[in-house]
């Protein structure tokens, strides 16, 4: 594991100016069952960063993803994304910071019925007017990303085929470049292997990693696997019993792997 970026919790914050993403205190309780996720979260995220969460399922990985972007909305605290506070932002301002934050989900979330290059073009709704986004009236340049994106992850000559064909590989790489297509400075990916086998989980995590690379793109995923996650992760941070905790360097060893999964 690269230690350019060693854990940053608490006592070592950035400035938010300094920070792809700087989180402060923030909780979060549903009120379905009235279930707290996690409390007074405190986690930096540096600009270019690739840092991963890891964790057991169910212990707060994905919510924590999710009021990144607000998809939900956490009950207090703060989460800046690059400079912008996300949990108290009006709706108008929180659609204009998505526009930079891709997202890769677990279950690829593609529309089946629709070609490859149709469900890659979603990645540019965000750029389109009102009018042209509930028409789908991609502009040249828009279909000129779309395509590019599909090259990057060596699937330019299926834009025509439908998304049920593909292969869960393929579908993930079509996930992909939907969120590339957005020319995202954030990426967000949540389990996105955990359908895959273990020869393609190190494929697409891989490419996200060299993705991001590339590009400058600040990445924070989601494992369960604790190789993996020490493999293609800068940073890991702990996810469980509301809380996070952070991970240096060669750290992982069996009295650390009982505190993050241990019962």
Do not use: W
């Not at 069952?33 to 964790?55: A, C, I, P």
């Not at 699937?155 to 049920?164: P, R």
Request: glycine share 8%; net charge negative.
């Amino acid at each position: 594991m690269n230690d350019q970026n060693p854990g940053r919790v608490d006592d070592d914050a950035l400035p938010v100016s300094d920070a792809a993403i700087s989180i402060r205190g923030l909780s979060h309780t549903y009120k379905r069952g009235n279930l707290t996720v996690f409390e007074d979260v405190e986690l930096d995220v540096g600009k270019g960063e690739n840092l991963v969460l890891l964790g057991p399922s169910g212990g707060g990985k994905s919510t924590l993803l999710r009021c990144i972007n607000r998809l939900v909305k956490a009950s207090s605290g703060s989460v800046h994304v690059f400079g912008t506070e996300m949990v108290s932002a009006p709706l108008r301002k929180v659609r204009e910071v998505r526009r930079d934050i891709g997202m890769v989900f677990q279950s690829f979330n593609l529309i089946n019925r629709v070609s490859v290059l149709d469900n890659v073009l979603i990645g540019r709704l965000g750029y389109l007017s009102t009018t042209r986004s509930v028409l789908g009236l991609y502009h040249k340049e828009d279909i000129a990303e779309a395509m590019h994106a599909l090259d990057r992850v060596n699937l330019s000559d299926f834009a025509h085929q439908l998304a049920m064909n593909l292969s869960g590989g393929q579908r993930q790489r079509v996930a992909i470049a939907r969120a590339l297509a957005q020319r995202p400075k954030l990426l967000l990916a949540d389990e996105p292997v955990s359908n895959l086998d273990p020869l393609l989980e190190r494929e697409i995590l891989g490419l996200l990693r060299d993705i991001c690379r590339e590009d400058g793109i600040t990445s924070v995923t989601s494992l369960h696997d604790v190789e993996l996650a020490e493999e293609f992760g800068s940073r890991l941070v702990g996810v469980r019993d509301k809380k996070v905790t952070p991970i240096a360097p060669g750290e992982f060893d069996s009295e650390k792997l009982q505190e993050i999964y241990g019962t």
